[in-house]
């Protein structure tokens, strides 16, 4: 008999053999089992226990002895689909846990690779990497944002200082909420900042240089950096960072992209040019706009100022250091267009949105236009 898909479904050749030895001799103690199968005495009761466990085999006590018998040969099939429904149970329990196994696989492949860094020594000691591992004319790229810490503040700040010194270039996509800092690192050599909505980055730090990614967190009383060094997360983040950095077109919204409009208006240090500004989110948004103005004219950055002429009266249109003209009185859009430097944004100020253009052939384009305005507009 060719006992291979007896095998197949599970039994050993021990317990093939001792099954289809009790099919032929009936119900046998272990004497005749043994003679018959040619199963090892030591071994036999082991093989008939576990063939009792799969129902092969049942005992009955005769006179105090034990007597084997083989169950039907058709309690085979119910072994068959007890396996199969077992297996299925099998299948669910391990889908449930295949992530948690996933998940563990590609943690183990970073653990030799990943730092924790804790406290403002932890994040020196952090910093310090980078300058070991770049060199003179290599750039890394910083993205996010942090809670103010003025102890870190002041570390940052001299840490860019040396950077500079040595060379190293930076790009750095900040959040609004960063602009102190920015304005204390932004004249360094070999840096470039940039801005963009808070709901578009962390707010965390990360940064990403050669094979390596730090991501800090921190709080008011502390800071926490992680890093991980490996070429597969490094890109993968330098990537993203690249797909913002590189934004010709931008769609803002709210109160962070007109806090990014006016910051990139303040790292321009260009004349600004208004058209149409209406005053609809003035009183919203009053102390921001003086802050604004009062960091404009530090600045000496300008401001030439078509606006509506229902605004003529208000607080607007009496700021420092701007020239105002009035548009007729057709002029009644909430849409309002700002053009600084190589940038133009047309606001939306009913509705907050804002659609920045950075293209320096488009922005002239425009200061011509207000130019041919501003000729015809009332004073």
Known sequence: MDTQILEEIGLTKSEIRVYLALSEIGSSSTGKIIEKSRAASSKIYEVLDKLQQKGLVTVVIQSGVKYFEAAPPSRILDYVREREEQFSQQKEQLQKIIPDLELSQKLSKHQSEAAIFKGIKGVKTAYDDILRTLKKGDEYRVMGATTPSEPFFSFIRHFHQRRATQGIKVKVLYTP???????????????????????????????????????????????????????????????????????????LHGFSGIQVCCQEVLQTRKDLYLIGANGLLFDRYQKFFKQFDAERVKRKIKRHHLALERTRNQPINTQPNMQVRYLPKQFGSPLVIWIFGNKVANILWDTEDIYLIENAKIAEDYRKYFNLLWKGAKE
């Not at 900042?193 to 094979?211: C, D, G, H, R, W």
Request: aromatic share 8%; no cysteine.
């Open 177 to 251: 909420s960063m602009q102190q800092l920015a304005d204390a690192i932004k004249e360094l050599p070999h840096t470039s900042i940039k801005f963009s909505p808070q709901e578009l980055l962390s707010t965390a730090f990360v940064i990403m240089y050669a094979n390596k990614t730090l991501i800090s967190v921190a709080t008011k009383n502390d800071i926490t950096l992680f890093r991980i060094e490996s070429q597969d997360v490094s890109d993968s983040l330098k990537a993203h960072f690249e797909l913002l950095w590189n934004q010709k077109s931008r769609v």
